[in-house]
T-cell receptor, first 113, second 112 residues
Framework: DGGITQSPKYLFRKEGQNVTLSCEQNLNHDAMYWYRQDPGQGLRLIYYSQIVNDFQKGDIAEGYSVSREKKESFPLTVTSAQKNPTAFYLC????????????FGSGTQLSVL | AQRVTQPEKLLSVFKGAPVELKCNYS??????LFWYVQYSRQRLQLLLR??SRESIKGFTADLNKGETSFHLKKPFAQEEDSAMYYCALVNAGGTSYGKLTFGQGTILTVHP
C-alpha cells in the first residue's frame, strides 16, 4: 500500500505547542495538498504546492505553515496560533495536468490535550 | 466564491432500491464536477467525473448546468455501496490546479 503516506496516525498537541504532520509520496506527483476534515463541514483546503519550493495558501491557512523542499515531501506544521486544531488532516497529491484526480493519504487525527 | 452543497448528511436505502445523492453547486466560471468516495477503513478516492461521462460501479452523474446540480445516481443499490460520498468542484480553466472545493459529504447506508 504505497503511494502517499501520512504519519503519525494519531497526534496530540499541548497548549502553545507546534506540531508537524508528515506527508510523503512516491508517485512522482508535482502537486501536493493539505485538507482539513471536520464533522459536517467536509474537506477544506489549507495549503497546496504545485512545484518544489513553491506553495500557496488555501481557504483556511491561518495558524498553519508548510514547506516543499523536496518533491516527495510536504509537511504541515500546526502552530500555536491555530486555536482550534482538533481535526482530521488529509494530504493529497496529483499529477501535473490532472487537476481533478487527487490521491489521498490515510490521514492524521490531531487532538488537543 | 465557489460552493458545493450536499443537502443530505445521511441517506439510507434498502438493497435493490434506487439511490440518488444530491449535489448542488454555485460557481461563476466553467466548473468540472466530481464524486469522491470513502469506504470504511479505506482512503478517499475518485469515483467519477462529469467530463468522462462514465459509469463506475453502476453509478452515474449528469451535470445539469441549468439547475447547477450534479446528482449521483444508481438504479439498484448494493450493500457494498455504503460509504461517505463527497461532491467536489474545480475550475475547468486549470488555473486552480487541483484546488478542489468539497461538499459536506453524505453518508450512504444500504440495508440488506
Amino acid at each position: 500500500d504505497g503511494g502517499i503516506t501520512q504519519s503519525p496516525k494519531y497526534l496530540f498537541r499541548k497548549e502553545g505547542q507546534n506540531v508537524t504532520l508528515s506527508c510523503e509520496q512516491n508517485l512522482n506527483h508535482d502537486a501536493m495538498y493539505w485538507y482539513r476534515q471536520d464533522p459536517g463541514q467536509g474537506l477544506r483546503l489549507i495549503y497546496y504546492s504545485q512545484i518544489v519550493n513553491d506553495f500557496q495558501k488555501g481557504d483556511i491557512a491561518e495558524g498553519y505553515s508548510v514547506s516543499r523542499e523536496k518533491k516527495e515531501s510536504f509537511p504541515l506544521t500546526v502552530t500555536s496560533a491555530q486555536k482550534n486544531p482538533t481535526a482530521f488532516y488529509l494530504c493529497a497529491s496529483s499529477m501535473e495536468g490532472t487537476n481533478e484526480k487527487l490521491f489521498f493519504g490515510s490521514g492524521t487525527q490531531l487532538s488537543v490535550l | 466564491a465557489q460552493r458545493v452543497t450536499q443537502p443530505e448528511k445521511l441517506l439510507s436505502v434498502f438493497k435493490g432500491a434506487p439511490v440518488e445523492l444530491k449535489c448542488n453547486y454555485s460557481y461563476s466560471g466553467s466548473p468540472e464536477l466530481f464524486w469522491y468516495v470513502q469506504y470504511s477503513r479505506q482512503r478517499l478516492q475518485l469515483l467519477l467525473r462529469h467530463i468522462s461521462r462514465e459509469s463506475i460501479k453502476g453509478f452515474t452523474a449528469d451535470l445539469n448546468k441549468g439547475e447547477t446540480s450534479f446528482h449521483l445516481k444508481k438504479p439498484f443499490a448494493q450493500e457494498e455501496d455504503s460509504a461517505m460520498y463527497y461532491c467536489a468542484l474545480v475550475n475547468a480553466g486549470g488555473t486552480s490546479y487541483g484546488k478542489l472545493t468539497f461538499g459536506q459529504g453524505t453518508i450512504l447506508t444500504v440495508h440488506p
